[in-house]
């Protein structure tokens, strides 16, 4: 997969949000679905997209809400939106995160090297980055399509 284009795919869902991200099913996989919207002056509508990152060899996820919100976030009520809206504390029943400050590609690492080396294929590192979770993902090739609502594993009007 080309670099440039990559990195274009990943720059038309800067600032959007993440509903879900994990291993697929059959977990080689990882996805990322993510819940674009537009201004609705533009008669856009809004549509779910899923990131597959093929051949994911390597997905590191790691909180990027500081220690002390998660201190005062551990409240179970916090997990739904209806009962934690009025609490102090980080929100987790929003059910998205935003995809911000966003995802960027990053310069070829030597993980990169060894499983390109090993593979005969092309790997590349992302760094995506949310209001809750920052993920790092070593993979080979990245598909976008948009998806039918309903689609598990979450489930919108």
């Not at 795919?9 to 993440?18: H, I, N, P, R, T």
């Not at 051949?55 to 739904?80: G, H, N």
């Not at 590609?105 to 760094?127: M, N, Q, Y």
Request: charged share 25%; with cysteine.
């Amino acid at each position: 997969m080309d670099a440039v284009e990559l990195e274009q795919m990943l720059d038309e869902v800067f600032d959007q949000a993440v509903v879900y991200h994990g291993y697929t099913d059959y977990m080689r996989d990882y996805e990322v679905i993510v819940y674009a919207t537009a201004d609705p002056r533009t008669g856009i509508a809004p549509s779910h997209l899923r990131y597959l990152f093929r051949y994911c060899v390597e997905a590191r996820c790691e909180t990027s809400v500081p220690a002390e919100t998660w201190r005062i976030s551990l409240d179970d009520r916090l997990i739904d939106h209806e009962t934690g809206v009025d609490l102090d504390g980080y929100v987790w029943g929003v059910k998205w995160h935003g995809l911000y400050p966003g995802a960027r590609l990053l310069p070829e690492s030597e993980a990169a090297r060894r499983w390109s080396k090993a593979l005969g294929i092309d790997f590349h590192t992302v760094r995506i980055e949310t209001n809750a979770h920052n993920l790092t993902l070593l993979f080979s090739d990245l598909q976008v399509s948009e998806l039918p609502i309903g689609h598990a594993p979450f489930v919108t009007e």
